[in-house]
Nanobody
């Protein structure tokens, strides 16, 4: 059984920073999967934020480029999202996800999803 557990969300003022973490349980499969962060506001479609492939290559949504950084620590089975210069429009529930390919994940197709962590920027 595989689980993704997010943490690190909270409330912050505009211009502040937060770091989200997503700890993956299970096997070393994690190291071979594309991992990513998504966010969703009630009543709106889920939005892809950032992805990182197993070779370390990354991609970001235009809305977060230059402000957010995705990374992962394979030794800790943990995915991170460093969020700087936060804006009120970044307010959302943030989810981590994993899939066998980034081509699927960037289209919102994921094998595994976390339960989400709320980020509120005022």
């Amino acid at each position: 059984h595989v689980q993704l557990v997010e943490s690190g969300g909270g409330s912050v003022q505009a211009g502040g920073s937060l770091r989200l973490s997503c700890e993956a349980s299970g096997d070393t499969w994690y190291r071979n999967y594309c991992m990513g962060w998504f966010r969703q506001v009630p009543g709106k479609e889920r939005e892809g934020v950032a992805v990182i492939d197993n070779d370390g290559s990354v991609a970001y949504a235009d809305s977060v480029k230059g402000r957010f950084t995705i990374s992962k620590d394979n030794a800790k089975n943990t995915l991170y999202l460093q969020m700087n210069s936060l804006k009120p429009e970044d307010t959302a529930m943030y989810y981590c996800a994993a899939h066998s390919s980034c081509s699927g994940l960037v289209n919102g197709i994921a094998t595994y999803w976390g339960q989400g962590t709320q980020v509120t920027v005022s």
